[in-house]
């Protein structure tokens, strides 16, 4: 009878409906950490004031600008917590075709992936570019050193001519990045094997703190701000995981590296010690920044990018 209606699954239905809410806020709570945890993977962001990132233009304008088929490609690594975004700056304006990736253990959740993961899919982006027979200069940032070092072994253009294939890394640089020789990991290379007071963790998930002075104290406020809720978890296990024998790759590749000589992350007498492990042969360039000069002074960046590219054609015999 139509007068005789049941409103009781209509009401379960909405006390259903309410539970799966509560239940999905209290993980997104336990995971988020601030938006930081669960940031998407996306190649843009909507930022309000256009002065302070240029996310959403750069790969517009990178895509549709044209390059000489000679020009080599500059494949930028980010550090830990960090992602392809906060290149932007760098890449609008450079005069080379670019590219850039993620980590898969950065924003991961469960926290299971490790520099293994990270290594294999740099590895696979990289070769895109150069089985397609392109030079390509390696832009390695902080944790990214030691991802590249590694996800190179075998790929320097020298090495692939003397087997016959097309294209190869011309140069490595190396931005205030980890140099961490086959055997140990991160954070054998950290003083005492322990952690820096700023970096935090959660069970296998790693967070930092003080950002603002530990990464990017020569920005403006708003920069800091912006950029310190683009921060990411970091899986643990990354920091973890020991260099294979291969994971040298400054020897097989012709190498420069870039002092920050404000970096308030990785002092720059520690950096001047990880270049010199590095042996003889490595260029130099000189920024006064930050830990994050791509943000801070990107124009600088493009001349050490600039200056990487004449030295490895150089050391890779290769002329113009």
Not at 301 to 317: D, L, N
Request: aromatic share 10%; with cysteine; net charge neutral.
């Amino acid at each position: 009878m139509t007068g005789n209606i049941n409103v009781r699954p209509r009401a379960s239905i909405l006390r259903t409906l309410i539970f799966a809410l509560c239940l999905y806020f209290s993980l997104a709570a336990n995971i988020d950490h601030s938006r930081r945890s669960a940031m998407p993977q996306s190649s843009s962001s909507t930022v309000i004031d256009p002065a302070i990132s240029v996310v959403d233009g750069v790969y517009t304008s990178a895509s549709t600008q044209a390059f000489s088929p000679n020009a080599p490609v500059i494949f930028f690594v980010p550090g830990a917590w960090h992602h392809y975004d906060f290149f932007a700056k760098v890449r609008v304006g450079l005069s080379y075709p670019s590219d850039t990736t993620n980590h898969p253990s950065i924003g991961a959740y469960p926290p299971t992936l490790d520099l293994n993961d990270d290594i294999a899919n740099l590895r696979a982006a990289l070769l895109a570019h150069i089985n397609a027979g392109k030079q390509v200069v390696v832009v390695l940032h902080s944790y990214g050193g030691i991802v590249g070092s590694s996800a190179a072994h075998q790929l320097s253009y020298k090495y692939r001519q003397t087997q016959g294939l097309p294209g190869g890394i011309i140069t490595l640089v190396y931005i205030s990045a980890f140099v961490v020789p086959a055997g140990n990991s991160i954070r054998d290379m950290l003083p005492g094997g322990q952690w820096n007071p700023w970096m935090k963790f959660e069970g296998d998930l790693s967070f930092t703190e003080d950002e603002e002075n530990i990464f990017y104290h020569d920005l403006s406020a708003a920069e800091k701000k912006y950029w310190v809720s683009r921060l990411r978890h970091h899986s643990l296990r990354a920091y973890e995981v020991k260099v294979g024998v291969n994971g040298e790759g400054w020897l097989e590749t012709p190498s420069m590296y870039v002092y920050c000589e404000q970096d308030q992350a990785v002092p720059l007498v520690v950096q001047q010690a990880w270049k010199n492990s590095m042996g003889p042969g490595v260029a130099t360039f000189s920024i006064n920044a930050s830990h994050s000069p791509f943000i801070s002074q990107p124009a600088k960046v493009r001349e050490a990018i600039a200056a990487a590219i004449t030295f490895g054609r150089q050391e890779s015999g290769i002329t113009v």
